[in-house]
Nanobody, 123 residues
Framework: QVQLVESGGGLVQAGGSLRLSCVASASTFGSYHMGWFRQAPGKEREFVARISSWSGGSTYYADSVKGRFTVSRDNAKNTVYLQMNSLKPEDTAVYYC???????????????WGQGTQVTVSS
């Protein structure tokens, strides 16, 4: 069982930045591929970014955030990060981190989820 806790959300103006953190309880954190997802009001949850297990040498982004968001991980701290720059109002959503044994963008293949953190971008 892996427990995930996100933090770092908040209210920011368009063009601003936020860094989200997700701390995992498992000592095997390094073995999981980690993903970030978001869900805006009235919309389905969507993939944002993912990072491969262990060294995190492989990352992948949704087209909507490519070039603005960066995912990284620190296995010593059991933490995955999402640096969000040049934020836009359409980035407003609840952001979730998730853990999977597979490198994937598919929501259904992520086994463990955090409770989410709200990000609101004002225009």
């Amino acid at each position: 069982q892996v427990q995930l806790v996100e933090s770092g959300g908040g209210l920011v103006q368009a063009g601003g930045s936020l860094r989200l953190s997700c701390v995992a309880s498992a000592s095997t954190f390094g073995s999981y591929h980690m993903g970030w997802f978001r869900q805006a009001p009235g919309k389905e949850r969507e993939f944002v970014a993912r990072i491969s297990s262990w060294s995190g040498g492989s990352t992948y982004y949704a087209d909507s955030v490519k070039g603005r968001f960066t995912v990284s991980r620190d296995n010593a701290k059991n933490t995955v990060y999402l640096q969000m720059n040049s934020l836009k109002p359409e980035d407003t959503a609840v952001y979730y981190c998730a853990a999977s044994s597979i490198a994937t963008t598919l929501i259904r293949l992520y086994d463990y989820w955090g409770q989410g953190t709200q990000v609101t971008v004002s225009s």
